[in-house]
């Protein structure tokens, strides 16, 4: 069975940068779409940025384009998001996701349910 953990989170400043990882272990990676996710506190889990099995197609939310990028190492089962400019509202628990069922754009605006695979969540929090 597929598994992700996320990690790479932690207190970064305004202005500075942060790399997620999220390390798949189980299937072949390569078939599933990965998506990054935020959740704040009182709110639905918002796709970030998503990318196609193949590494070849991303989607990005409106307010991570020009700052964050979506990237995979499918030999290594690697999903990253490096994460640039940070703001404070970008701040929140990350999740990375993984399904077999949409490519990048729809796994990125699908509701969470509708994804198979979840990491735990790693935290981060962008503050002074």
């Known amino acids: 069975q597929l598994q992700l953990v996320e990690s790479g989170g932690g207190l970064v400043q305004p202005g500075g940068s942060l790399t997620l990882s999220c390390t798949a272990s189980?299937?072949?990676?390569?078939?599933?779409?990965i998506g990054w996710f935020r959740q704040v506190p009182g709110k639905e889990r918002e796709g970030v940025s998503c990318i196609s099995g193949s590494g070849n197609s991303f989607h990005y939310a409106t307010s991570a384009k020009g700052r964050f990028a979506v990237s995979r190492d499918n030999a290594n089962k690697l999903a990253y998001l490096q994460m640039n400019s940070l703001k404070p509202e970008d701040g929140g628990t990350y999740y990375c996701?993984?399904?077999?069922?949409?490519?990048?754009?729809?796994?990125?605006?699908?509701?969470?349910?509708?994804?198979?695979?979840w990491g735990q969540g790693i935290l981060v929090t962008v503050s002074s």
């Open positions: 996701a993984a399904t077999l069922r949409f490519g990048p754009y729809r796994a990125c605006v699908s509701a969470p349910t509708d994804l198979e695979v």
């Open positions: 189980g299937v072949t990676f390569d078939d599933y779409t």
